[in-house]
């Protein structure tokens, strides 16, 4: 008997509904999916579409930076004293290159690659990214270049470069002024990026590294500019989509006079010393020289480890800025400061005399402060004591007014000070006080150190500088400036003169003093050096004593060593009715103040004053 079929019965209903649910749920997730899809769509071709435009033109398009020239550098009379020339260096972009060595050696032959240049090459690789480029000699000859030219697909990764690059046309005549421009180092690009300006150096390779260079590199450097090249997958160029040009730096006017600092070089002829010139009517500086001095240029493209060794081991140090760097004792050429504090303090009045036997004595002490004249001046005034340089004049003022008083009223003069000129080679100097010798030697303060500091000896030390900003001080009788490098600025439409820093001026009790100072060092002019002068000048020698003599022994320079015999000083002014130029000469090691200071100071204001009936002539 068969078995019996089992009757489905089908729910139709049921079947209907599930297929419905599940045809929605599909359709959800469908829906779903493109709603993601669309989404993502958006996101790639609305939101993110310039993002993304900008990767695939990277990858197609270089953006190349452009270094701007080098703002120009004119002295007082728009005489180019900076320049930028053309140049041509190799340049190597190392990845490119198979074996650097063997390219080297191979280039080697055909021209000539000194080992400092291979040397500093080599060293700069550690720390250069591969794909960009190194430069290997930076400056090649006419002959060199033509010779590479023709040899180049011989040396793959090697190619030459054309630029602009600094030039000192007056060479070692303005080095301490201008300072130079060099390669950008490692401190030099730390200290770019910590103030955020590493990018507009992206296409520069040097910098200012001293003197106006440095100080003023934010003007005279300029604004990158750059170019968009569309470049194939090889890197090769097809063709320049855009250019944006580099802003020139700007080109400054410095308040130096060209000629007359030429004819203070010519003076020192290589002897060690400094000149600084300055224009009292606005605090110029006319002329600032410090000899020795050095090329320049020769830091441009790099010098070589031999000469650098050279200039660092010269005795005679030309790398110092001896007119702001350089620490003298001023001598006597202070004693019209030092007169003007004794007249304020009522310490003596312009009749006031003194008996000068020839030397001076502490009272109750038996050392002897010798002047330089042995047998001494007899009775002596302030005039006299300023125009014959009496020391023992000077001697009894400073024991009457004493150290602090000293110390006070010489700040304002700028002793112990920066100038506040516009570059950052600058030394303060030394004006000693009580607080200053427990500071430095944590010793007191004695009778004796007084006695010194009331020559300009002892302890006291300045710079050219701020002898010749004291001076001009007095000479404007208390007017004061900051002395200053920097005349005018040139933009796009006109040349623009900068501010003159003007300070508070000194206030004395009695103004009859400035009067009675100032006509000191007249006549201490009329004595001397500039008797027979056109125009009429005042002026004050000094000689520094280097290192301290017996008591009762006699100084001979013929039997001292060079580098240990006597500093000549002198400061100066003219014309003495309407000042135009002061003057602060220092002579290391020459002697006699007057004798060998004096003479240049009147060559230099005979160059400044009577240039214009000289050519007349």
């Given at each position: 008997?068969?078995?019996?079929?089992?009757?489905?019965?089908?729910?139709?209903?049921?079947?209907?509904?599930?297929?419905?649910?599940?045809?929605?749920?599909?359709?959800?997730?469908?829906?779903?999916?493109?709603?993601?899809?669309?989404?993502?769509?958006?996101?790639?071709?609305?939101?993110?579409?310039?993002?993304?435009?900008?990767?695939?033109?990277?990858?197609?398009?270089?953006?190349?930076?452009?270094?701007?020239?080098?703002?120009?550098?004119?002295?007082?009379?728009?005489?180019?004293?900076?320049?930028?020339?053309?140049?041509?260096?190799?340049?190597?972009?190392?990845?490119?290159?198979?074996?650097?060595?063997?390219?080297?050696?191979?280039?080697?032959?055909?021209?000539?690659?000194t080992?400092?240049?291979?040397?500093?090459?080599?060293?700069?690789?550690?720390?250069?990214?591969?794909?960009?480029?190194?430069?290997?000699?930076?400056?090649?000859?006419?002959?060199?270049?033509?010779?590479?030219?023709?040899?180049?697909?011989k040396?793959?990764?090697?190619?030459?470069?054309?630029?602009?690059?600094?030039?000192?046309?007056y060479?070692?005549?303005?080095t301490?002024?201008?300072?130079?421009?060099?390669?950008?180092?490692?401190?030099?690009?730390?200290?770019?990026?910590?103030?955020?300006?590493?990018?507009?150096?992206?296409?520069?390779?040097?910098?200012?590294?001293?003197?106006?260079?440095?100080?003023?590199?934010?003007?005279?450097h300029?604004?990158?500019?750059?170019?968009?090249?569309?470049?194939?997958?090889?890197?090769?160029?097809?063709?320049?989509?855009?250019?944006?040009?580099?802003?020139?730096?700007q080109?400054?006017?410095?308040?130096?006079?060209?000629?007359?600092?030429?004819?203070?070089?010519?003076?020192?002829?290589?002897?060690?010393?400094?000149?600084v010139?300055?224009?009292p009517?606005?605090?110029?500086?006319?002329?600032?020289?410090?000899?020795?001095?050095?090329?320049?240029?020769?830091?441009?493209?790099?010098?070589?480890?031999?000469?650098?060794?050279?200039?660092?081991?010269?005795?005679?140090?030309?790398?110092?800025?001896?007119?702001?760097?350089?620490?003298?004792?001023?001598?006597?050429?202070?004693?019209?400061?030092?007169?003007?504090?004794?007249?304020?303090?009522?310490?003596?009045?312009e009749?006031?005399?003194?008996?000068?036997?020839?030397?001076?004595?502490?009272?109750?002490?038996?050392?002897?402060?010798?002047?330089?004249?042995?047998?001494?001046?007899?009775?002596?005034?302030?005039?006299?004591?300023?125009?014959?340089?009496?020391?023992?004049?000077?001697?009894?003022?400073?024991?009457?007014?004493?150290?602090?008083?000293?110390?006070?009223?010489?700040?304002?003069?700028?002793?112990?000070?920066?100038?506040?000129?516009?570059i950052?080679?600058?030394?303060?100097?030394?004006?000693?006080?009580?607080?200053?010798?427990?500071?430095?030697?944590?010793?007191?303060?004695?009778?004796?150190?007084?006695?010194?500091?009331?020559?300009?000896?002892?302890?006291?030390?300045?710079?050219?500088?701020?002898?010749?900003?004291?001076?001009?001080?007095?000479?404007?009788?208390?007017?004061r400036?900051?002395?200053?490098?920097?005349?005018?600025?040139?933009?796009?439409?006109?040349?623009?003169?900068?501010?003159?820093?003007?300070?508070?001026?000194?206030?004395?009790?009695?103004?009859?003093?400035?009067?009675?100072?100032?006509?000191?060092?007249?006549?201490?002019?009329?004595?001397?050096?500039?008797?027979?002068?056109?125009?009429?000048?005042?002026?004050?020698?000094?000689?520094?004593?280097?290192?301290?003599?017996?008591?009762?022994?006699?100084?001979?320079?013929?039997?001292?060593?060079?580098?240990?015999?006597?500093?000549?000083?002198?400061i100066?002014?003219?014309?003495?009715?309407?000042?135009?130029?002061?003057?602060a000469?220092?002579?290391?090691?020459?002697?006699?103040?007057?004798?060998?200071?004096?003479?240049?100071?009147?060559?230099?204001?005979?160059?400044?004053?009577?240039?214009?009936?000289?050519?007349?002539?």
């Amino acid at each position: 008997m068969s078995p019996k079929k089992r009757i489905t019965m089908h729910d139709h209903a049921a079947e209907a509904a599930l297929f419905k649910r599940r045809a929605l749920f599909t359709f959800f997730c469908v829906f779903v999916l493109l709603s993601v899809l669309l989404g993502n769509l958006y996101h790639l071709q609305v939101t993110s579409h310039q993002d993304y435009e900008t990767r695939s033109n990277d990858n197609r398009i270089r953006v190349v930076p452009v270094a701007p020239s080098r703002g120009l550098i004119y002295d007082r009379n728009g005489q180019l004293l900076a320049e930028n020339q053309p140049f041509y260096s190799l340049e190597v972009i190392p990845e490119n290159v198979d074996d650097i060595n063997d390219s080297l050696d191979e280039l080697n032959k055909l021209i000539p690659i000194t080992q400092d240049e291979k040397d500093i090459f080599t060293q700069a690789l550690k720390y250069h990214r591969r794909f960009k480029p190194l430069t290997l000699k930076s400056k090649l000859t006419e002959d060199e270049l033509a010779l590479f030219t023709v040899n180049q697909h011989k040396f793959p990764g090697i190619f030459v470069s054309a630029g602009l690059k600094r030039y000192y046309p007056y060479g070692e005549a303005l080095t301490h002024v201008l300072g130079y421009v060099g390669k950008i180092n490692a401190k030099d690009k730390q200290r770019l990026e910590q103030s955020d300006q590493w990018k507009q150096y992206a296409a520069t390779k040097d910098i200012g590294k001293q003197g106006i260079e440095k100080y003023y590199e934010s003007l005279l450097h300029g604004t990158p500019g750059h170019l968009e090249e569309e470049v194939n997958n090889r890197g090769r160029t097809i063709q320049t989509l855009k250019t944006i040009a580099p802003k020139p730096g700007q080109d400054i006017y410095l308040t130096l006079d060209l000629p007359l600092q030429l004819k203070a070089m010519e003076i020192l002829a290589g002897r060690r010393g400094s000149i600084v010139a300055i224009d009292p009517r606005d605090g110029g500086v006319l002329a600032m020289v410090s000899s020795p001095s050095y090329d320049p240029n020769q830091f441009v493209h790099g010098i070589s480890t031999k000469s650098y060794s050279s200039l660092l081991s010269d005795k005679s140090r030309p790398l110092i800025n001896r007119a702001t760097q350089g620490q003298y004792a001023p001598a006597s050429t202070v004693k019209p400061h030092l007169g003007l504090l004794a007249l304020e303090e009522k310490v003596v009045t312009e009749h006031t005399k003194i008996w000068d036997p020839g030397f001076w004595q502490i009272p109750g002490v038996e050392r002897k402060y010798r002047d330089w004249k042995r047998w001494g001046h007899g009775w002596v005034n302030i005039n006299h004591a300023i125009v014959h340089s009496c020391d023992t004049y000077f001697y009894d003022t400073a024991y009457k007014i004493g150290i602090d008083k000293i110390s006070n009223f010489m700040t304002p003069f700028g002793f112990g000070e920066k100038t506040g000129i516009d570059i950052f080679e600058e030394s303060a100097g030394i004006m000693p006080s009580r607080d200053w010798k427990r500071i430095k030697y944590n010793q007191p303060w004695y009778i004796g150190d007084t006695i010194s500091v009331g020559i300009g000896q002892g302890y006291w030390t300045t710079t050219p500088l701020q002898l010749a900003s004291a001076a001009t001080t007095l000479t404007n009788k208390g007017k004061r400036y900051t002395p200053h490098l920097l005349k005018s600025i040139k933009d796009s439409t006109s040349i623009i003169d900068t501010p003159v820093d003007e300070r508070p001026p000194i206030q004395l009790k009695n103004n009859k003093n400035w009067e009675i100072i100032n006509r000191s060092m007249r006549d201490t002019a009329m004595k001397s050096r500039f008797a027979d002068a056109s125009y009429t000048a005042a002026m004050k020698t000094g000689t520094a004593q280097i290192f301290s003599v017996a008591e009762d022994a006699k100084y001979e320079a013929e039997n001292v060593k060079e580098f240990l015999r006597d500093n000549a000083l002198i400061i100066a002014y003219a014309p003495y009715e309407e000042p135009k130029i002061v003057l602060a000469v220092v002579l290391e090691n020459a002697g006699w103040g007057g004798v060998n200071a004096g003479p240049v100071a009147r060559s230099l204001l005979d160059e400044y004053l009577l240039r214009d009936s000289w050519s007349s002539n």
